[in-house]
């Protein structure tokens, strides 16, 4: 009896234990089941989130200036979400938040929700668009990197490319041979370099990938026969600039047939004082020659020093309310910004090739902050140019752009004085010029005869979204450059 006893509670025992086993594993398959329906819920809503970001997306990339996705009014803006079979499983909600005036970054967030669930998902995301100052040096001329210099970003020419300094970016002409106007024999590699040893001349019938390799030069590598960059983009229309600095920002008119332009002295405080310039050095004895400049307008316009000699106080302007100063002369820039963005455009109109104006930089203009706060953009009718009595070591931050002619310094001559031979300039920014750029100056036998000994180019980045405020655009698509899921 005792013994059935026993049988009897061990029958009981493993038959509670297997039920208790068998109710926790129900129990578990059922959260564990439960776990994975909202797991599946959530990748599901935050599908349906980034499809808010990508539709929004596609739709300002046929109409770039619609922040209310077609509805005049403002957000949120909803929108069903269906599946393949056309049902509708959820929705997503927009909140557009459209760029500051003059820039073109724009915030989304997108909810996702399910339709019989409670879960959803957010994402946020900042939607850019390219500006022009995406390369270190952009020209649409023959282009010559004498010794000495330094690029950090990349280099693109729509002609060809001599380049004997150290690029440490990509450097790219769009044609494949062309025949160097700085010296006679065969056709050379649109990008090419006679650092020794001289690059081979190209076969009859070249071929990009036949380019030979030369690290010590090109560290990062050349390329020929790219896509052409259009230079059409880049002629923004300078009387627009005129129309918002007469709205809410600063402009400058004519300063008169006897004087030769302006001076902006950019404080870090956030002030701005302009000077009228009466006089530019000029020096009997100095040769002052460009092939690269057009030399017409007379005296006013002509090839001088572009060095002040006499100037007089106007006022000082605290910075302008929108960014933009414009200025329908010549006009000289120096100083240090302050957190803030700014675009200093020179023009005068009507236009013509007599009149047209340029911009010069005698002195540092430099950034206080280089984490993309700070940005400056100079963009000149005509040159950006350096004088004669600039800084022996000159600095310049910005995005410099000659629209209808050249950046460089003159060739001056030793009879000009001690600073016709400067030291060293260093641009951090690009450079985009319609004419061959230069700030140096070698004679037949490659010596060199005249401006900065060393030049060094950093591109800078922050440039490329958020440029100096209305600075041209690259592309009207806009790219995702942040994204954030909450």
Known sequence: ????????????????LTLLIFSGSILWLQTYLSFIEKEVYKILALNIAESGIEYYRWYLNHFPRDFTDGTGRSGPYKHDFYNRLGEKIGEFELNISPPEEGFSLVKIISLG?????????????LL???????????VDDNIRFGEGTVVYGEVHSNKGIRFDGTAYNLIKSSILTYQDPDHTGCEEWAVHTHVNPVDPCPPRNPDPNELPLRPDV?????????PLQDFAGISQDLAYYKTLAQQNGIYLDFSGVNNY??????????????YLVRRIVKIPSCNISDPYTDPNGGERYSLSSWSISQKSFLRTYDYPQNGIIFVEDNV?????????????????????????????????????NYDGRDSIGLIAQRNILIGLKSSDILRIDGVLVAQKGRIGRHYYSSGCGPEYKREKI????????????????????????????????????????????YFPLASEFYEILKWKEF
């Open 1 to 16: 009896m005792k013994q059935k006893a026993q049988i009897v509670f061990y029958i009981l025992f493993y038959l509670t």
């Open 113 to 125: 929700k399910l339709v019989n669930s409670k879960v959803s998902k957010k994402v946020e995301a």
């Open 128 to 138: 850019g668009r390219p500006s022009l100052a995406k390369y270190s040096v952009l």
């Open 218 to 226: 090109f560290k990062a590598g050349r390329l020929v026969g790219v």
């Open 261 to 274: 332009g302006y001076e902006l002295i950019i404080r870090p405080d956030g002030k701005i004082d302009v």
């Open 332 to 368: 000289w820039v120096s100083g240090q910004i302050n957190n803030k963005k700014i675009l200093i455009a020179s023009a005068k109109f009507p236009e013509n090739s007599a009149q047209m104006t340029n911009i010069i930089i005698n002195s540092d203009l430099k950034y206080t």
């Open 426 to 469: 260093t641009i951090y920014g690009s450079l985009i010029t319609r004419k061959r750029y230069g700030f140096s100056w070698v004679d037949p036998q490659g010596n060199w005869s005249s401006g900065y000994r060393l030049r060094e180019i950093t591109y800078n980045a922050d440039n490329l979204y958020f440029p100096p405020p």
